[in-house]
């Protein structure tokens, strides 16, 4: 800290706040601590009285919070992360596009292990919003030695981002309906609207519905003709379960699917199956879906349109945070759901 003519701190930052009082009218703060002096504010700390100021000393290999908070904002910013002017030593990360928000975990630790540094986040694997906020970086003191901002910038320097916005891609979506009850004509189809919805939110390139019997040849013939047509993503409703009349595990398995997994550590949703054919995702949703606003389904859809390949280690972490409290008003994705 050092004294300084108010003339000759422009550029500086200020060690206190500036107190202004206009009798009847206004007492309070004109200059907050931690401000960076400016040309025009010279007259103002004049007519307050104010001929000289503290500052901090700028050869002290120290760096302001803001200009701190900036670097460090820059150096773990992605793709599709966009951070808006550093205020009071916090830099704010927005997602620039609707997707997948991702988190690497290991190297956001590692960052917020450097003393005076602090990143906090959304958790990884968040469905985020064109806009919406994901990350505050802030410095906790004024100023901070530089060397820890280097640090950062070195870290993501070599090892990369530490956040980014996968965009979802315009995926081609087959849904296959399964059910003897529904093929039949028994009961009307209440799972088909239930999954157009939530393609919706993808914007999915939608090519329809096909209608399966109880009966692994034709369930299986099903998915073949959707892979045909060139369907990205299969997702077969019903029969998941273990009555005699539950085929579709069996069906995709005929076809010669890689199951990742049949049978999930998360509730609702234990039933479910994730297959691959070549590169086309095979769901077998089972009919909690059709029933709970919130399921795997919710989880799994987002990772899928950002074109995440999963593996079965990605189901098996889901059981930790997997038990759904089915609250009165649901507000997943904000929320432990499956994360
Ligand atoms: N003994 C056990 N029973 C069940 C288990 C289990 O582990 N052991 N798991 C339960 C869980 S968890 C779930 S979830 C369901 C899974 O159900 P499925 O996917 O096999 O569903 P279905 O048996 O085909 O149907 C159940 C129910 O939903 C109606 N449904 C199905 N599809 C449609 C449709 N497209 N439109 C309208 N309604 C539909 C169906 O008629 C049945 O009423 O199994 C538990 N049981
Ligand atoms: O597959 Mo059922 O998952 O939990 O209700």
């Given at each position: 800290m050092k004294k300084v003519p108010v003339e000759k701190a422009i550029g500086m930052v200020l060690c206190h706040d500036i107190t202004k009082i206009i009798p009847g009218q206004f007492k309070g703060r004109a200059f907050k601590k931690g401000h960076i002096i400016q040309k025009e504010d010279i007259d103002e700390l004049l007519r307050?009285?104010?001929?000289?100021?503290?500052?901090?000393?700028?050869?002290?290999?120290?760096?302001?919070?803001?200009?701190?908070?900036?670097?460090?904002?820059?150096?773990?910013?992605?793709?599709?992360?966009?951070?808006?002017?550093?205020?009071?030593?916090?830099?704010?990360?927005?997602?620039?596009?609707?997707?997948?928000?991702?988190?690497?975990?290991?190297?956001?630790?590692?960052?917020?292990?450097?003393?005076?540094?602090?990143?906090?986040?959304?958790p990884g694997d968040f469905a985020v919003e064109e806009g919406q906020k994901v990350a505050g970086a802030r410095i906790i003191p004024l100023m901070i030695e530089e060397k820890r901002v280097k640090e950062v910038e070195n870290l993501c320097g070599e090892k990369g981002s530490v956040f980014q916005v996968f965009q979802y891609k315009k995926l081609k979506v087959s849904v296959i309906t399964t059910g003897n009850e529904v093929y039949k004509g028994r009961i009307q189809d209440k799972f088909g609207p239930v999954i157009l919805k939530k393609l919706d939110y993808f914007n999915a390139d939608y090519l329809g519905q096909t209608f399966c019997p109880d009966s692994i040849e034709e369930i299986k013939k099903a998915i073949l003709g959707c892979r045909e047509r060139g369907a990205d993503l299969i997702i077969l409703t019903g029969g998941m379960s273990v009555d005699p009349d539950d085929v579709t595990p069996s069906a995709i398995r005929n076809t010669g699917a890689r199951v990742v997994t049949y049978g999930a550590p998360v509730q609702p949703g234990n039933m479910f199956m994730m297959a691959y054919l070549d590169t086309t995702a095979i769901l077998g949703v089972p009919g909690c879906a059709m029933y709970y606003k919130t399921t795997i389904l919710d989880s799994v859809l987002p990772k899928i349109f950002a074109g995440q390949i999963l593996t079965r280690d990605d189901f098996v972490r889901m059981g930790e945070g997997g038990f759904c409290l089915n609250c009165e008003v649901c507000r997943y994705p904000n929320c432990y759901f499956c994360r």
């Amino acid at each position: 800290m050092k004294k300084v003519p108010v003339e000759k701190a422009i550029g500086m930052v200020l060690c206190h706040d500036i107190t202004k009082i206009i009798p009847g009218q206004f007492k309070g703060r004109a200059f907050k601590k931690g401000h960076i002096i400016q040309k025009e504010d010279i007259d103002e700390l004049l007519r307050l009285g104010k001929e000289h100021v503290y500052v901090w000393e700028q050869n002290s290999g120290e760096i302001h919070e803001d200009e701190a908070a900036l670097r460090i904002a820059r150096a773990v910013a992605g793709e599709n992360i966009e951070y808006c002017e550093p205020k009071e030593g916090k830099v704010t990360l927005k997602a620039a596009v609707k997707g997948l928000f991702k988190v690497d975990s290991k190297l956001l630790q590692e960052i917020n292990s450097i003393e005076y540094i602090s990143i906090a986040s959304l958790p990884g694997d968040f469905a985020v919003e064109e806009g919406q906020k994901v990350a505050g970086a802030r410095i906790i003191p004024l100023m901070i030695e530089e060397k820890r901002v280097k640090e950062v910038e070195n870290l993501c320097g070599e090892k990369g981002s530490v956040f980014q916005v996968f965009q979802y891609k315009k995926l081609k979506v087959s849904v296959i309906t399964t059910g003897n009850e529904v093929y039949k004509g028994r009961i009307q189809d209440k799972f088909g609207p239930v999954i157009l919805k939530k393609l919706d939110y993808f914007n999915a390139d939608y090519l329809g519905q096909t209608f399966c019997p109880d009966s692994i040849e034709e369930i299986k013939k099903a998915i073949l003709g959707c892979r045909e047509r060139g369907a990205d993503l299969i997702i077969l409703t019903g029969g998941m379960s273990v009555d005699p009349d539950d085929v579709t595990p069996s069906a995709i398995r005929n076809t010669g699917a890689r199951v990742v997994t049949y049978g999930a550590p998360v509730q609702p949703g234990n039933m479910f199956m994730m297959a691959y054919l070549d590169t086309t995702a095979i769901l077998g949703v089972p009919g909690c879906a059709m029933y709970y606003k919130t399921t795997i389904l919710d989880s799994v859809l987002p990772k899928i349109f950002a074109g995440q390949i999963l593996t079965r280690d990605d189901f098996v972490r889901m059981g930790e945070g997997g038990f759904c409290l089915n609250c009165e008003v649901c507000r997943y994705p904000n929320c432990y759901f499956c994360r």
